[in-house]
C-alpha cells in the first residue's frame, strides 16, 4: 500500500489545496518513514519534528481559511547542512560547528518558507560539502538506499538517499563538480545543476564564479521543477543572479518537447574522463534505444582539451577563499579532503590561474560552438558502480587505477566548469543491481528547455522497463536497522516505477 510520503510533491501539493490531505497527516506520516528507515541509513541528521508539526497546522488553518497558499504549501522539505536555518543545528559536516544552530535562515532557505514549505530536516554532507562520500566525522557516513554498505556519493548525498527512501518529498541540494548529480544517479532520483546565477545564493565565497551552484532534487522532474521555481531568484547580493524572462511557473511547469525533434549528441567519457567499462556498455546500451526516438543522434565529444588542469586550479581558489583562517590557525582543524584542496591551492602561482581561467573561457567558446550543432548532449552521470561506503573514494575501477575522489568526477565536474544546466534522470539499473542516471546538458541559460526535455525522456522511460526508476527495498532497510549489507549487488527482481 503507498503511503503519503509516496506521492510525488506535485501530487501532494494538489491534494492539499484541494483539502484532500492535512499537512499535519502528510509530516507525520514523514516523520514516521524516517523513524523507519533513517536508523539504517543516516540520510537525516538534524530534526525539528515539534516545530515542524507546528508549521503544518498553521499550514492547514490556512488552508481551512481559504487563504491564498505558496506552490510549496505545507510539503515537508528537507536541507542540505550546508545551508543555515534559523534555530536548527546546522555542521556543515565540520566538527568545528558540531553545535552550531544559526540564527537566520539564509536567503533560499527563507524563499522556500515564504513558498510554504515546512523546513523539518538536514540531510547529510561530507565536510563543506568537499568529496565524493557524503562521510564526516560529525555524522558518520550515509548509505545508499539500494545497499546500505555502499556509498550515496556526495555532496548532496543526505538529500537523495532521503528522497530515494521517500523520507521526504523534496531536498535542497548544492553541485561544484557534480555534487547534484552523483549522489541523484546511485539513488535513483533526480538532481538538478542550474545555470549558475538562476538560484542566487548570497553565501558564494567567490561571487562571479561559475562552478558552485544551489539547486533542487525531486524523485522525478515535475517536483524538481516545482523546487526549482521556489529556490529561483535575482537576489542582487550575488553578483550572477539576473532578472529572468522567464517566472517561477514557466520553471514550475516546463513546455513540452517531441523527442523525435532533437538533435541530440552523446559522448561517454567527454573525451577525457575515466568510465568503468561496465558503465560504458549500460550507457551505449540506453542510448542505442534513444537513437531511434530522437531525430539525430550522433557520438561527438566536446572540446575539453585542458579542463583537468583548469577545473582544478579554479576550484583551489574557492578553498583558499575559505577556509585561510582556520588553516592558518590549525591546520588540523580541517578534515583530509578540505585540508588536501587547501594545500593544493597554495601550490598554485597567479600564472596558473590566469592560465587556467584562459583555458576555462576556451573550452566556454568551444562549447557554445558545439550547441549551436545540437540541442542536448547526453552523458552518464557516474563513472562507476557505488563502492563501500566507509571509503573516501575508491582507489581502482574495475581494474582502472585511481589517485583520489577527481578522478570519477571528470564527467560531471566537465560540465560545471562550462556553466551549462545538466540534470539527472533516474535510467534503470547497472550490471551491479544499482541505479544508473543518465546526465543530460542543455544550451547555457536554457534550464526550461533542459528540464522539459529530460521530463519527456523521463515519460519515455516510464514506458520501458529496463530504463524506469528503480526504488529500494524499504521494508528490508527497515528490518536492518544498524545498516550493513543487503542483496542489491545480487537482487531478486527490482521494482520500478
Given amino acids: ?38 536508523p539504517a541509513l543516516n540520510a537525516i541528521v538534524a530534526t525539528d519534528f515539534e516545530g515542524g508539526l507546528e508549521a503544518a497546522r498553521a499550514a492547514e488553518a490556512q488552508v481551512m481559511r481559504g487563504d491564498s497558499l505558496g506552490p510549496l504549501h505545507g510539503l515537508p522539505v528537507g536541507i542540505k547542512d550546508l545551508n543555515d536555518t534559523a534555530g536548527l543545528r546546522t555542521t556543515y559536516g565540520s566538527p ?11 536567503r533560499v532557505v527563507a524563499a522556500l518558507r515564504q513558498a510554504g514549505a515546512i523546513i523539518v530536516a538536514k540531510t547529510n554532507t561530507p565536510e563543506f560539502g568537499t568529496g565524493g562520500n557524503t562521510l564526516n566525522d560529525v555524522y558518520g557516513a550515509t548509505g545508499n538506499a539500494f545497499d546500505s554498505a555502499l556509498s550515496c556519493a556526495g555532496s548532496s548525498g543526505g538529500s537523495a538517499v ?37 538560484v542566487a545564493s548570497e553565501r558564494r565565497r567567490q561571487g562571479w564564479s561559475v562552478l558552485s551552484v544551489q539547486g533542487p532534487m525531486g524523485r522525478d522532474v515535475a517536483d ?64 542505442a534505444v534513444l537513437a531511434r526516438i530522437c531525430a539525430r543522434m550522433e557520438p561527438e565529444d566536446p572540446d575539453m582539451a585542458g579542463v583537468e588542469r583548469a577545473y582544478r586550479v579554479i576550484r583551489c581558489t574557492n578553498f583558499i577563499t575559505g577556509f585561510r583562517k582556520y588553516y592558518e590557525q590549525d591546520p588540523q582543524l580541517l578534515g583530509a579532503n578540505t585540508r588536501g584542496n587547501y594545500e593544493e591551492g597554495l601550490r598554485y602561482s597567479l600564472a596558473d590561474l590566469a592560465e587556467a581561467q584562459a583555458e576555462q573561457t576556451r573550452i566556454y567558446r568551444a562549447f557554445q560552438e558545439f550547441f549551436t550543432r545540437h540541442d542536448l548532449l547526453l552523458l552518464p552521470c557516474q563513472a562507476l558502480t557505488p563502492f563501500p561506503k566507509t571509503q573516501p573514494y575508491p582507489t581502482e575501477m574495475e581494474g582502472i587505477p585511481l589517485t583520489g575522489y577527481f578522478d570519477t568526477s571528470g564527467i ?86
Fill in 1 to 38: 500500500m503507498t503511503s503519503l510520503c509516496d506521492l510525488t510533491a506535485v501530487e501532494l501539493r494538489r491534494l492539499i489545496g484541494t483539502r484532500q490531505v492535512s499537512p499535519v497527516e502528510l509530516l507525520r506520516d514523514c516523520i514516521a518513514r524516517i523513524e523507519a528507515v533513517n
Fill in 96 to 106: 568545528m560547528f558540531r553545535d552550531h544552530v544559526p540564527q537566520n535562515d539564509e
Fill in 162 to 198: 532521503a528522497l530515494a527512501a521517500s523520507m521526504l518529498p523534496l531536498c535542497t541540494g548544492s553541485d561544484t563538480g557534480g555534487s547534484l548529480r552523483k549522489p541523484a544517479s546511485w539513488s535513483g532520483v533526480v538532481g538538478f545543476r542550474p545555470t549558475p546565477g538562476l
Fill in 224 to 287: 524538481t521543477a516545482l523546487l526549482l521555481s521556489a529556490m529561483a531568484s535575482a537576489d542582487s547580493r550575488d553578483p550572477m543572479a539576473h532578472p529572468r524572462a522567464e517566472g517561477p511557473e514557466a520553471l514550475a511547469r516546463p513546455h513540452p518537447v517531441d523527442l523525435s525533434s532533437l538533435r541530440v549528441a552523446i559522448s561517454t567519457d567527454l573525451g577525457f574522463a575515466p568510465i568503468a567499462p561496465s558503465i560504458r556498455r549500460v550507457f551505449a546500451a540506453r542510448t
Fill in 412 to 497: 560531471t565536474y566537465g560540465i560545471s566548469i562550462t556553466g551549462h544546466p545538466a540534470i539527472c534522470i533516474p535510467c534503470g539499473l547497472d550490471e551491479y543491481g544499482m541505479p544508473f542516471g543518465l546526465q543530460v546538458v542543455g544550451p547555457r541559460g536554457a534550464d526550461g528547455f533542459t528540464l522539459a526535455a529530460a521530463q519527456a525522456l523521463e515519460q519515455l522511460f516510464r514506458s520501458l522497463p529496463e530504463f524506469a526508476r528503480p526504488l529500494p527495498d524499504l521494508a528490508r532497510l527497515a528490518a536492518h536497522p544498524a545498516g550493513g549489507r543487503t542483496a542489491a549487488r545480487q537482487p531478486a527482481e527490482p521494482q520500478y516505477r
